[in-house]
């Protein structure tokens, strides 16, 4: 089993910025088997969406969206992946999930609340 919580959000007014982290832990052949981690948010009454995945070797993925505005890097020596986030806007208000991915699971965290101010 993995374990995947993040942290990092809060009230921010438009224009600002947040870090968010998200730290897999658990058994040393699931963490090793993990290929990607990502953010996803959620907004009241929307769809859960993609903001960003990164994979082990770095490779990025971005919502058109957020792309110029946010940046996901990770640590993979700390199982742990960010996400930078600039210039935010009032309709990036939402709950952001963290997931770590295998071939075989996915495995979600509780997520953090961001909210953006006008």
């Known amino acids: 089993q993995v374990q995947v919580v993040e942290s990092g959000g809060g009230l921010v007014q438009a224009g600002g910025s947040l870090r968010l982290s998200c730290a897999a832990s658990?058994?040393?052949?699931?963490?090793?088997?993990?290929?990607?981690m990502g953010w996803y948010r959620q907004a009241p009454g929307k769809q859960r969406e993609l903001v960003a995945t990164?994979?082990?070797?770095?490779?990025?993925n971005y919502a058109d969206s957020v792309k110029g505005r946010f940046t996901i890097s990770r640590d993979n020596a700390r199982n742990t992946v960010y996400l930078e986030m600039n210039s935010l806007k009032p309709e990036d208000t939402a709950l952001y999930y963290c997931?770590?991915?295998?071939?075989?699971?996915?495995?979600w965290g509780q997520g953090t609340q961001v909210t953006v101010s006008s």
């Open positions: 997931n770590a991915r295998s071939y075989t699971y996915t495995y």
């Open positions: 658990g058994s040393i052949s699931r963490l090793s088997s993990i290929n990607a």
């Open positions: 990164i994979t082990r070797g770095s490779t990025t």
